[in-house]
């Protein structure tokens, strides 16, 4: 069975251009996350979908960052314009249901604002 | 609010000797709590969890962990390291009923020939 896939795995972008990450989850698994990694931290959670519905997305900066999950499976995160401090690595994982007690990682996405 | 403290941000051992990563939690519900590993350019993976069945839990590798309410503690074990320990390790913990998770700051496990 397939993990959680990712992509693209690096990107490297100058200051105020756009990017967006792409995740397509364990087939069948209802429940979405992305996470934000910075350099010598732990993931931090940007936003959760219960199938199509962001049901909790109180740490997304909106103002720059919108994510989307079309049909409730594949979800996409945007960031415009980028900052200088949104180098990290963005990671999506997806669970069965809520309440689930394991969520599935990818391998995130290394994001290099220059 | 929930929240994790991993207690060490490195722990270095020698290959063979015990590993010990310390984790404290707290929850304002009964919690679920898990270790998840992650290796140098890969993604996270789950090593055990503990969701209010046994308080000693067991995980892949020969890992394994107690859970201690009186202590809010969820302290990670492995008798004899290797090697290929080495990685990041992370402790999480989510609040009963739901799983949204809260990341520690991860503990990075060297281990010495």
């Known amino acids: 069975e397939a993990g959680v896939v990712q992509s693209p795995r690096y990107k490297i972008i100058e200051k105020k251009q756009p990017v967006a990450f792409w995740c397509n989850p364990i087939?069948?698994?209802?429940?979405l996350y992305w996470y934000r990694q910075n350099l010598g931290q732990g993931p931090e959670l940007l936003i959760r979908?219960?199938?199509?519905?962001?049901?909790?997305d109180s740490q997304l900066p909106k103002d720059r960052f919108s994510a989307e999950r079309l049909k409730g499976v594949d979800s996409t995160l945007k960031i415009q314009p980028a900052e200088l401090g949104d180098s990290a690595v963005y990671l999506c994982?997806?669970?069965?249901?809520?309440?689930?007690?394991?969520?599935?990682f990818g391998q995130g996405t290394r994001l290099t604002v220059v | 609010a929930q929240s994790v403290t991993q207690l060490d941000s490195h722990v270095s051992v020698s290959e063979g000797t015990p590993v010990l990563l310390r984790c404290n939690y707290s929850?304002?519900?009964?919690?679920?709590l898990f270790w998840y590993v992650q290796h140098p350019n890969k993604g996270l993976q789950l090593l055990l969890k503990y969701t209010s069945a046994a308080t000693l839990v067991k995980g892949i590798n020969g890992f394994e962990a107690e859970f201690k309410k009186s202590e809010t503690s969820f302290h990670l074990t492995k008798p004899s390291a290797h090697m290929s320990d080495a990685a990041e390790y992370f402790c999480v913990v989510a609040p009963g009923g739901s799983y949204i998770p809260t990341f520690g700051r991860g503990t990075s496990l060297i281990v010495h020939p």
């Open positions: 087939s069948g698994h209802n429940t």
């Open positions: 994982a997806s669970s069965l249901i809520l309440g689930s007690t394991e969520a599935f």
């Open positions: 979908y219960e199938n199509e519905e962001a049901v909790d």
């Open positions: 929850s304002s519900y009964s919690p679920s």
